[in-house]
């Protein structure tokens, strides 16, 4: 009978003692260790984080045989895919190979294929070989393995859409539905990287719960997608401005709005330095949800400080309640994002 290992996977953790998987340097990725609270998948593909890509992708000048040993070096050094820059690691698909004895309650047979829905910051991983790399969309295809702990959540790939419609969808699964639970009716939202996976998602759910007296405003830095933006029809307005320039933001976002400031603001940006592009346009008391694993969090809380702005900063919990399950009904309800998904992340 195998060992029972802890449920949040610390008998994994190989440096520092002490801490979870997620904080530890460098975790345990051995695969024949079989514990019976543990599930272990053979993975099909990587969706890195939008933020780690974006970092290592820059580092390696955009060399695809680069970018591989750069995220093969990282697993073999750490255990996990945990982006040293960044912080943040993704997600994976891949098939049940192993259910611990302990676990054999659960929906799950060997040979389900399932989506993770925790990070790759703290999940065991073992890279055998990488297959493909699929630069537009963060994807690495590969062949190898991962653990899931007794806690980690996962979701099983549904019957109605492709695994890779699912996983890009998933991938960004915890920011629709928070976009669905923070705003109310009439309220106004303002989301930062209006034009990413997370943006549009977020901007469909904010319009369905803000109703036709709200205003969902996207920022994009590209004026070029503002017109296809708007023909999705997941927000009221798009305005164009740099989230690295937060007055700029400030002055097309209030002017969008009104003149007032907003209820809410959505930060799905990849790159750094934007914390105070979703703060400044936000009203006292308001609320900032920083999904973008980009955010410093120094920044956003000096920052609101220097300004006097009394703003609820939330930090981006990638989970909330049934947030698959949201998340990809967003993609069977509206088939003009359903296209867009298929035609540029898979």
């Known amino acids: 009978m195998a060992i029972k290992g802890n449920k949040y996977g ?11 998987t997620q904080a530890a340097y460098r975790i345990d990725n051995d695969m024949s260790k079989r514990y019976s609270n543990e599930i272990i998948c053979d993975v099909i593909s990587l969706n890195i984080d939008s933020a780690s890509f974006t970092q290592i992708e820059e580092a390696c000048n955009g060399d695809e045989k680069k970018i591989g040993e750069m995220i093969m070096g990282i697993v073999a ?6 982006n040293p820059v960044t912080g943040s690691g993704g997600m994976f698909i891949g098939r049940v190979a192993y259910i611990g004895e302990d676990l054999q309650d659960r929906d799950l047979k060997v040979g389900d294929k399932i989506a993770s829905l925790v990070s790759l910051s703290l999940t065991p991983l073992r890279i055998d070989k990488i297959l ?13 393995q991962a653990v899931l702990f007794e806690s980690g959540i996962y979701a099983k790939l549904p019957d109605d859409m492709s695994e890779a419609l699912a996983l890009a969808a998933l991938d960004v699964a ?15 939202v303002l989301i930062l990287g209006a034009n990413g996976k997370s943006g549009v998602l977020c901007g469909y759910e904010a319009m369905k719960k803000v109703g036709k007296n709200g205003n969902v405003v996207g920022v994009v830095r590209n004026p070029k997608q503002v017109d296809a933006l708007m023909e999705l029809g997941v927000y009221h307005k798009v305005i164009v401005a740099s989230a690295t320039e937060p ?12 003149g007032k400031e907003y209820d809410l603001s959505i930060s799905c940006v990849n790159v750094e330095s934007c914390e105070m592009s979703a703060i400044l346009p936000v009203r006292d008391d308001g609320t900032v949800y920083f999904f973008s694993m980009a955010t410093s969090f120094t920044k956003a809380a000096l920052g609101a400080e220097g300004i006097g702005k009394d703003v609820n900063m939330i930090v981006g919990n990638g989970y909330t309640k049934d947030h698959a399950e949201i998340t990809l009904n967003v993609l069977r309800e509206n088939e003009k994002l359903r296209k867009l998904f298929d035609e540029k992340y898979v």
């Open 10 to 20: 610390t008998h994994r953790v190989i440096e520092p003692k002490g801490v979870l």
């Open 77 to 82: 050094e750490r255990g996990k895919q945990q």
């Open 247 to 258: 007055v700029a933001v400030l002055e097309a976002a209030l002017e969008a709005n009104g």
């Open 132 to 144: 493909a790399i699929h630069k537009d969309i963060d994807r690495v295809d590969i062949e190898g």
């Open 174 to 188: 915890g920011a629709p539905a928070q976009a669905r639970k923070l705003p109310k009716e009439g309220d106004s």
